[in-house]
């Protein structure tokens, strides 16, 4: 920790040190959130009821395709304005997505109602289980709505340059959904306290960004005068790439889920999920700190000042050595004592079969998480597309893949599913750290090519 620190004080300044800082801080407490969650929902619910939940969390992660790719768009122009000191252009751009996703939550809500029982048929779902999904999926639509809109508040925080104060919120809001939920478990009231707890978080969140964002500037939440036609369309030519790769990564996720839902049974979920989430987490510990070099590239592609290409080439430089010298050792760790940490961490919950899912996941993550310093800078650069065809590379490599095994080897398990997502994981960070070096990189190391994406 002491070496991180000291890269971060050395290369960045004061601000962009806090929410690099807050990312690896507070993913850290998401996982210990993690670590305590499944054990406890897995006494509570067992495998299938906890499968059935994770099916509806699927369901409100695939709605976030109605936003347009809005939250990551608003982001980045937030963070533009915010450059130029031009606060009325930031207001402009998260009133303009608030209404916005609002209809979008709406579109989905009606989506939901309409293709209840076609979702239900689609993970073949049958008897408690069903019923069960089609109770919550008319919920899961209104809570979408809402959802919705806090990701924009999310989204402009981040703009703004407080990501360390999103980060936070949302640690705080994790454990709150997390004690609600096990609470209401305690007594006795099932898969509805999961709901009650994820409902009680997101009010919380709700309150805290409001309370931010006027601490910020003095957002009028209702001047509908700010809303305008060209700032949709800048929002939309942006989003238009990030919807693109949120569609491929949203349909890939539930893809895996029906996969093993039909082919090898409800009950195989969770050990899908709790070996795909903890391998994330893991990511997420240096992922989370690089995620903030894309708004602070934003800025300082908006001011055009020929100094910031030194400060654009030490993040770049930094998030690589946190990368190796930070978690390359973290995943070796995981790697070698998994049967152990996964062991003591489940106890009477724990399955073999999720030993082996979690260690081939492992690799295909951190081979992910090699690519990430390269993603957040194309994102920054405009170089959206980039990271659009990283995500159809994963998704085709995935896909394909499982297609073979199921049709042509007539069988599939949960250790080949695997193989095959961290293959694509793979080929999507191969393809992203190539265009990192064709688009990029020569405008940081003089010398290395033509320039493209400044």
């Known amino acids: 920790m002491k070496l991180i620190l000291r890269l971060l004080s050395t ?26 969650s499944y054990p406890i929902y897995l006494h ?50 998260i009133i303009t997505a608030l ?24 993970f073949r779902l049958h008897g408690e289980n069903a019923t069960t999904a089609l109770q919550f999926l008319p919920l899961v639509g209104l809570l979408n709505i ?95 790439g990030v919807l693109g790769s949120s569609l491929v990564t949203l349909f890939l996720n539930p893809l895996n889920k029906i996969i093993i839902s039909r082919y090898i049974g409800v009950g195989a979920i969770p050990i899908y999920e709790i070996a795909s989430s903890s391998t994330m987490q893991i990511r997420n510990l240096i992922e989370s700190a690089i995620r903030a070099i894309m708004p602070a590239v934003s800025r300082m592609r908006s001011l055009g000042v020929p100094d910031n290409m030194q400060k654009v080439k ?17 995943f070796l760790v995981f790697m070698v004592f998994a049967p152990y940490i996964l062991k003591f961490w489940l106890h009477q919950s724990f399955t073999g079969m999720i030993v082996p899912t979690f260690q081939i996941l492992l690799i295909g993550t951190f081979f992910s998480l090699l ?22 590379i994963q998704a085709f490599i995935n896909v394909v893949s499982a297609l073979v095994m199921i049709f042509m080897l007539r069988s599939i398990n949960i250790y080949a599913l695997a193989v095959c997502v961290a293959l694509s994981h793979i080929g999507a960070s191969a393809y992203i750290i190539i265009q990192m070096r064709r688009c990029v990189t020569p405008n940081l190391f003089p010398g290395r090519g033509d320039a493209q994406a400044f």
């Open 44 to 93: 509570y619910l067992g495998y299938e009821t906890l499968g059935v939940w994770m099916i509806l969390i699927t369901i409100i992660s695939m709605s976030q395709m109605c936003t347009l790719g809005i939250g990551p768009a608003v982001t980045k122009l937030v963070a533009e304005e915010y450059g130029k000191n031009d606060m009325t252009g930031v207001q402009a751009y």
């Open 314 to 330: 030490a993040i770049y430089i930094t998030s690589l050595r946190l990368v190796w010298g930070f978690g390359a050792p973290i």
């Open 99 to 122: 209404w916005l996703v609002t209809i979008a939550g709406v579109v989905s809500f009606v989506g939901l109602l309409f293709f209840a029982h076609a979702i239900v048929e689609l």
């Open 11 to 36: 290369f960045f300044g004061s601000q962009l040190r806090k929410n690099m800082i807050s990312g690896v801080l507070t993913t850290g407490i998401n996982m210990l959130v993690s670590l305590v």
């Open 371 to 392: 690519s990430v310093p390269a993603y957040y800078m194309l994102m920054g650069c405009h170089g959206i597309t980039h990271c659009f065809f990283s995500t159809v």
């Open 146 to 240: 809402y959802v919705f809109q806090i990701n924009v508040f999310s989204s402009g925080l981040s703009g703004l340059g407080r990501m360390d104060q999103a980060n936070y919120r949302n640690c705080v809001c994790r454990v709150v959904a997390l004690a609600t939920g096990v609470a209401l478990l305690w007594w006795g009231f099932g898969i509805i306290s999961l709901f009650a707890g994820l409902i009680a978080s997101y009010v919380l969140m709700h309150i805290m960004s409001m309370i931010l964002l006027k601490q910020i500037y003095h957002f009028s939440f209702t001047d509908f005068k700010s809303i305008k036609i060209e700032r949709f369309r800048e929002m939309v030519k942006f989003g238009s």
